[in-house]
């Protein structure tokens, strides 16, 4: 299939070379011409610009959004791509939008018979190499438009079409709320370990936990890797990220659904200025997973 890909982050950039390497014609931008070039250098085809980008693929068209949630994403579709655009033309956001304005912008598309749909999108940068989990909104004419290249980018079972537009941006904000959650427990669990009345080796704790128990995980596996590296000192406490988890507080508040695991992890995240062992440790497992930048102590 042809893909146009937008925003060429770590896992941008990842996810375009996964899909030229299973045989798509993927054509990039970005708003940087050396990632644009680097790409490039790595066997696919590059655009200066959104138009050339649309005008370099056969129409109707099929273009991948992974860029910051916000007004970044309406500037991109309705001011930079939409006076190029054409009837059944598909934009795609996978990055981490808020489900409402996935909503909107489907609706807002509809009127000018533009398609859309939304996926989360998980796995992390090294995910990607062996698969991501995909969690797609939209219709079902437009899954199976697409469905050779979802096929491609996740593991084995891991792409399902959660519902119409929103839905699966609906369902990873869900996931990343519990993902707070098991972060903080985890991070809390060998923070107690460390300052409690023993000589413990946290990375023995990590690997034989790894090895059998009932919290075994692939964070786990992260855990004992970043234990290895003996690096935590130098990495600053304070946690990134939080937007997905406060729109998931507030989805549980509309739906007067009980959410305190993820409230209390959420608060921490805010809290993390403090200087702690835990949050140092969830600051490593974010840069780990998904890439994420990490203050150094100087």
């Known amino acids: 299939m042809e893909l146009g890909f937008i925003g060429l982050g770590k896992m941008g950039q990842a996810m375009a070379i996964r899909l030229a390497s299973k045989g798509h014609r993927v054509v990039v931008y970005d708003i940087s011409p050396s990632v644009v070039a680097s790409m490039v250098g790595q066997g696919l085809e590059g655009a200066k610009d959104f138009k050339t980008m649309l005008e370099n693929i056969d129409c109707p068209r099929n273009i991948w959004i992974m860029i910051p949630a916000g007004k970044a994403v309406d500037d991109v579709i309705f001011n930079n791509l939409l006076p190029y655009l054409v009837e059944g033309d598909l934009l795609i956001d996978g990055g981490n939008s808020n489900y409402k304005d996935s909503i909107k912008r489907a609706r807002k598309l509809a009127a000018r018979k533009i398609e859309f749909m939304d996926i989360g999108t998980s796995g992390g940068i090294g995910g990607v190499h062996n698969g991501l989990s995909l969690m797609i909104g939209g219709s079902t004419d437009n899954f199976s438009r697409i469905e050779p290249i979802l096929k491609d980018l996740a593991v084995e079972k891991g792409y399902h079409l959660m519902g119409g537009n929103g839905a699966g941006h609906f369902v990873k904000m869900v996931h990343n709320g519990i993902e707070y959650a098991l972060l903080q427990s985890y991070a809390e669990g060998f923070e107690l370990l460390r300052e409690g009345p023993f000589e413990l080796d946290l990375r023995a704790i990590a690997r034989v936990w790894n090895n059998g128990s009932i919290v075994r995980s692939w964070l786990l596996g992260l855990i004992h890797a970043i234990l290895e590296k003996d690096e935590l000192d130098v990495i600053d406490a304070e946690v990134g990220g939080g937007q997905t988890g406060s729109w998931a507080v507030e989805a549980a508040l509309e739906a007067e659904v009980p959410f305190t ?29 998904g890439g994420h930048p990490v203050k150094r102590k100087r």
């Open 261 to 289: 695991m993820l409230a209390a992890a959420l608060s921490e995240r805010y809290h993390s200025r403090r200087d702690s062992f835990a949050t140092g440790l969830i600051a490593a497992l974010r840069m780990s997973f």
